[in-house]
């Protein structure tokens, strides 16, 4: 057996949180190795937002053609599925291939080992015939994979993941998609505007179910408007296939059928087979249990998806800021003193690996290392109209016994809307703590509902008191201007 080889950190798995820690430790000075077995960058860049906004883009600009008639004139639409195939592989994934991502990561001086990772014991990393001795610490990133349920039959037929759904070049005819949640909204929506005859089947009452239940009824008339087929209160019993299609039948009887079956029902962190066990940590839990340092064990830090902070990758990100700031401080503790980095401030920058735009991360300035605050994470479902979400619920703070209140402005009804016309479904929903004065969660749905959040994402996390919010100006006649008219609504 090799004898190990000493290094500072060990990264397990560089999705977009492993990626971008990495990266950020390796340009601080210290010796990282980055450990990934399928493809750098992750579920994001590959098979998950980047080709799925793609998509969404696409099928936006055919629902905006078709718009026309009404508001200026005629236009006709025949959609092809060709170059949104075309632009998922060219573009967005390199044909599925890593090249760039990789080079990214040993550009910043970071070390690429191909394979899969496990823990062996405190600091102590094996991959394959390789073992790594960690100084510092090891971060684990290795995201969630499709959860599938367990429906008879279901796991003997060739079902698609959200996988199969990203590198499909040519549609099926038609679609079944087990799971109304936000992944199952979006892409039914895409392939309903493509033409692909879509049917949703649902276990709970309602689409969206995380979310406020009239952004579910707008978000369900939006694609019956679209031709989808929504069943909720539908509990799958038994999937088969026959060579040429799926047959799914509910518990109620109900049966129904399509060419393809696209599962999406959540999804699972990758936790077996990682040696967890080996570090005294409880192997069979559903995530990793994280402290607000990202802190899973003396000398492990976890990062992105694995925590179950919600599976974005802007939470990705913003945590390993904070991963990164705490094992520099670490390092420099360890060190006696002495900032790895030179700088004492690995800001980071832009990495990439998503199209990002930068990181919200929060730097590595040694011994100030911010906590994880989830309070006013925004959560966007891209269908269209688009669903954007901060904070708590209605029912969310009702159930934590704050004195709630809650306005609420359609978007029809505001003055933006109105001109809008066609598409312009939506509304804002403000939820407030009446003893405090602030917003603890909002809800804005419309043509441009995730871009509207962020001014809701600003009030819920600077704590804005609602006077305030009363007395800004909000530019007419914006979208945004839907918030003043909820914040008038308030009871
Ligand atoms: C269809 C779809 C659409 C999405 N759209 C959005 C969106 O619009 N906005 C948004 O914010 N989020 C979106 N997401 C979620 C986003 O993709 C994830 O939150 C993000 O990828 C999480 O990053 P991660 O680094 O935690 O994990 P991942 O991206 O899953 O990366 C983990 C990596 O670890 C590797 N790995 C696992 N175990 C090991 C091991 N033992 N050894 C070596 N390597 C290992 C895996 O191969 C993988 O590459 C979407 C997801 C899907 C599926």
């Known amino acids: 057996m090799a004898d190990p080889e000493l290094v500072d950190v060990v990264v397990i798995g560089l999705g977009v949180g492993g990626e971008e820690v990495a990266g950020r430790l390796a340009e601080a000075g210290l010796t990282v190795v980055g450990v990934e077995r399928e493809l750098v960058g992750g579920e994001c860049p590959y098979w998950g937002c980047v080709p799925s906004k793609m998509m969404i883009r696409a099928a936006n600009a055919i629902a905006e053609a078709r718009r026309v008639d009404g508001l200026a004139g005629t236009a006709e639409v025949r959609p092809d599925w060709a170059p949104v195939a ?49 100084r510092h610490g090891i971060v684990l990133g290795t995201g969630t994979r499709p959860s599938v349920p367990p429906v008879d039959g279901l796991a003997e037929t060739p079902y698609w993941t959200n996988r199969q759904a990203i590198e499909v070049e040519e549609l099926p005819e038609s679609l079944l998609v087990l799971g109304g949640g936000a992944i199952g909204l979006e892409l039914a929506q895409v392939f309903a505007r493509f033409g692909v005859r879509v049917t949703v089947v649902e ?74 066990d080996t570090v005294g940590v409880d192997a069979g839990r559903r995530y990793l249990a994280v402290d607000d340092r990202l802190h899973v064990t003396e000398g492990i830090w976890a990062v992105g998806d694995v925590t179950g902070e919600g ?11 904070i991963v990164v700031a705490d094992v ?74 704050v004195n709630v209140q809650v306005g609420l402005a359609r978007v029809p009804s505001s003055a933006r809307g109105w001109i809008h016309k066609a598409g312009n479904e939506g509304f804002v929903k403000l ?61």
């Open 203 to 276: 276990a709970l009452d309602r689409v969206l179910a995380v979310e406020e239940p009239e952004a579910s009824e707008v978000a369900a008339a939006a694609l019956r408007a679209d031709g989808v087929e929504i069943h909720t209160g539908v509990r799958a019993e038994r999937v088969s296939h026959d060579g040429r299609g799926f047959t799914l039948r509910g518990a109620d009887g109900a049966e129904f059928t399509a060419e393809r079956l696209l599962v999406v029902t959540g999804r699972r962190a990758h936790l077996d087979g990682l040696g967890l």
């Open 328 to 401: 520099l401080d670490h390092a420099r503790r360890a060190d006696g003193g002495a900032d790895p980095s030179g700088t004492a401030s690995a800001t980071g920058g832009a990495s990439g690996a998503v199209g990002a735009s930068g990181t919200t991360g929060s730097g590595g300035s040694a011994g100030a290392v911010p906590r994880a605050d989830y309070r006013a994470l925004p959560r966007v479902t891209f269908t269209d109209p688009e669903v954007g979400a901060v904070g708590l619920t209605e029912r969310q703070a009702r159930e934590r016994g």
């Open 311 to 321: 599976a974005f990758t802007h939470v990705a990100m913003y945590q390993a800021g």
């Open 431 to 491: 939820v407030a703590d009446a003893d405090q004065g602030v917003l603890i969660g909002a809800t804005s749905v419309g043509p441009a509902g995730g871009e509207v959040l962020s001014g809701l994402v600003v009030a819920v996390h600077a704590a804005v008191p609602l006077a305030r919010l009363r007395q800004m100006i909000y530019a007419y006649p914006t979208f945004h201007r839907a918030i003043e008219d909820a914040l008038r609504n308030m009871s």
């Open 86 to 134: 075309k632009r998922i592989r060219e573009e967005a994934t390199d044909t599925w291939d890593d090249t760039v991502a990789v080079e990214r990561f040993t550009g910043k001086g970071g070390r690429f080992v191909r394979g899969s990772a496990r823990l062996d014991g405190p600091g102590r990393v094996r991959v394959g015939e390789q073992v790594f001795q960690a």
